[in-house]
């Protein structure tokens, strides 16, 4: 069992700046990947980033050069800072543990946390 904790969503100015936290427990957290995912009303969750247990990373080509995916094993936690930001990022975003599969898809992730709150105004 994992428990995902996510927070530093927020009210924000487009072309501002938030940093998100995903604080971990339950499982090696060294050894699961971790993605990040957003959801807007009325939408599907999308990939937004993903980062491996090695450090390598990924991006969904909205966000790609603005965002920025990292991790720190030893406090357990995902980070996810976010530069430029447009008032269509507004929208949940969510911390999951990837189980099997593509990681650009939801449905692969098994683990999720409760989601923050970010509002890009215009």
């Known amino acids: 069992q994992v428990q995902l904790v996510e927070s530093g969503g927020g009210l924000v100015q487009a072309g501002g700046s938030l940093r998100l936290s995903c604080a971990a427990s339950?499982?090696?957290?060294?050894?699961?990947?971790m993605g990040w995912f957003r959801q807007a009303p009325g939408k599907e969750r999308e990939f937004v980033a993903t980062?491996?247990?090695?450090?390598?990373?990924d991006y969904a080509d909205s966000v790609k050069d603005r965002f920025t995916i990292s991790r720190d094993n030893i406090k357990s936690t995902a980070y996810l800072q976010m530069n430029s930001l447009k008032p269509e990022g507004t929208a949940v975003y969510y911390c999951?543990?990837?189980?099997?599969?593509?990681?650009?898809?939801?449905?692969?992730?098994?683990?999720w946390g409760q989601g923050t709150q970010v509002t890009v105004s215009s």
């Open positions: 999951g543990v990837h189980r099997s599969g593509s990681y650009y898809f939801a449905r692969n992730y098994n683990y």
């Open positions: 339950g499982r090696t957290f060294s050894r699961q990947i």
């Open positions: 980062i491996m247990w090695s450090g390598h990373t």
